[in-house]
C-alpha cells in the first residue's frame, strides 16, 4: 500500500545552523504535501504544504522542495531557533480523503 | 473560535470496556477524520467522513466504529477496549479534498 518514509527519526543541530528533513512517497498518484509541527504533548499543526504543480514554496524561514520524478520531498528551516525544537511529520494526499504521515523526525535546537 | 475540540483528554480503561470519543469543530469544515498516534510510527487513520452522513475506513479500523452526528460532530467508538488500543487519538477537520488539517488536541487512553 501507500507509504511515506522520513529521514532522519532524530536531528540535533546548533542554534542558527539549518535543518533539512527528507520523505519520499510510494504512490505516484500524490498531490498534495503538508508539513505538520508537534510539540511535546500538544496536537500537530500546519506549518507549510505544496502541491505537485510546484517545485519549491517558502515561508519565512522554512521551505519545502518537491521532486517528482524521484517522489521526495524535503523541509528546509533555516537560522533554526530553540523554539523550532519539535516533532515535525510529512504527509502525502493522492487527492482522496487519505493522507498518508511519516514516522516523524524529532528535532533538537542547542542553544 | 475553538477550533477542533476533543473530549476526554485522558482516559483509563479495562479490557473489554467501551467508550467514545467525542470531537466536535466550529469552522464548518464538511470532512472529518481519526486518527491514533503511536510512538514511531506517525499518524494512522482510522476513519473519516467527507461529508455528513457518510463515514469509510481509513487504515487501522478494527476494533472501532464512527458516527457523524451532524456537521460538526464526529465521534469515536471502542466496543471492547484492547490493550492494542493505547494510544493517543486525535480528531481532524478540514474542508475537504487536499487541505491541510486542523487538529484536535487529543486524547491519551490507556488500556489495561
Known amino acids: 500500500g501507500e507509504n511515506v518514509e522520513q529521514h532522519p527519526s532524530t536531528l540535533s543541530v546548533q542554534e542558527g545552523d539549518s535543518a533539512v528533513i527528507k520523505c519520499t512517497y510510494s504512490?505516484?498518484?500524490?498531490?498534495?504535501f503538508p508539513w505538520y509541527k508537534q510539540e511535546l504533548g500538544k496536537r500537530p499543526q500546519l506549518i507549510i504544504d505544496?502541491?505537485?504543480?510546484?517545485g519549491e514554496k517558502k515561508d519565512q524561514r522554512i521551505a519545502v522542495t518537491l521532486n517528482k520524478t524521484a517522489k521526495h520531498f524535503s523541509l528546509h528551516i533555516t537560522e533554526t531557533q530553540p523554539e523550532d525544537s519539535a516533532v515535525y511529520f510529512c504527509?502525502?494526499?493522492?487527492?482522496?480523503?487519505?493522507?498518508?504521515f511519516g514516522a516523524g523526525t524529532r528535532l533538537f535546537v542547542k542553544a | 473560535n475553538a477550533g477542533v475540540t476533543q473530549t476526554p483528554k485522558f482516559q483509563v480503561l479495562k479490557t473489554g470496556q467501551s467508550m467514545t470519543l467525542q470531537c466536535a469543530q466550529d469552522?464548518?469544515?464538511?470532512?472529518m477524520y481519526w486518527y491514533r498516534q503511536d510512538p514511531g510510527m506517525g499518524l494512522r487513520l482510522i476513519y473519516y467522513?467527507?461529508?455528513?452522513?457518510?463515514?469509510d475506513k481509513g487504515e487501522v479500523p478494527n476494533g472501532y466504529n464512527v458516527s457523524r452526528l451532524n456537521k460538526r460532530e464526529f465521534s469515536l467508538r471502542l466496543e471492547s477496549a484492547a490493550p492494542s488500543q493505547t494510544s493517543v487519538y486525535f480528531c481532524?477537520?478540514?474542508?475537504?479534498?487536499?487541505?491541510?488539517?486542523?487538529f484536535g488536541s487529543g486524547t491519551r487512553l490507556t488500556v489495561v
Open positions: 504527509a502525502a494526499s493522492a487527492g482522496g480523503f487519505k493522507t498518508i
Open positions: 504512490d505516484s498518484a500524490s498531490n498534495y
Open positions: 505544496i502541491r505537485s504543480n510546484v
Open positions: 469552522m464548518n469544515h464538511n470532512s
Open positions: 467522513s467527507a461529508s455528513e452522513g457518510t463515514t
Open positions: 481532524a477537520s478540514n474542508s475537504g479534498q487536499g487541505r491541510g488539517y486542523t
